[in-house]
Nanobody
Framework: EVQLVEFGGGLVQAGGSLRPSCATS????????IGWFRQAPGKEREGVGC????????YYEPSVKGRFTISSDNAKNTVYLQMNSLKPEDTAVYYC?????????????????????WGEGTLVTVSS
């Protein structure tokens, strides 16, 4: 059974940094993309970015590219989301997610309806 547990959200001032983490169970499959979505109040869930297990390639949504970095520590079964230069519009519940398979183009598969596994989410609040 795949388990994803997010932690490390919180309250931060605009311009600050935060690093939520996602602890995972050990997967029984080798090929997947793992990363993050977010959902702000009253808005649809949207992709943040992901990392491929097969080659380490990453994908980021334009709104976070250059500010957010996704990394993984396979020995610890943990994925990180380093968020810098945070803005009030980054306020949302952040969800860890897994797409099972070996995608050729990460931006094509990083959509809510294609995700196989979800975490429960962690709240990030950025104050102005």
């Amino acid at each position: 059974e795949v388990q994803l547990v997010e932690f490390g959200g919180g309250l931060v001032q605009a311009g600050g940094s935060l690093r939520p983490s996602c602890a995972t169970s050990r997967f029984t499959f080798d090929d997947y993309a793992i990363g993050w979505f977010r959902q702000a109040p009253g808005k649809e869930r949207e992709g943040v970015g992901c990392i491929s297990s097969s080659d380490g390639n990453t994908y980021y949504e334009p709104s976070v590219k250059g500010r957010f970095t996704i990394s993984s520590d396979n020995a610890k079964n943990t994925v990180y989301l380093q968020m810098n230069s945070l803005k009030p519009e980054d306020t949302a519940v952040y969800y860890c997610a897994v797409f099972r398979g070996r995608p050729l183009l990460l931006h094509r598969i990083w959509a809510p309806n294609l995700i196989d596994y979800w975490g429960e989410g962690t709240l990030v609040t950025v104050s102005s």
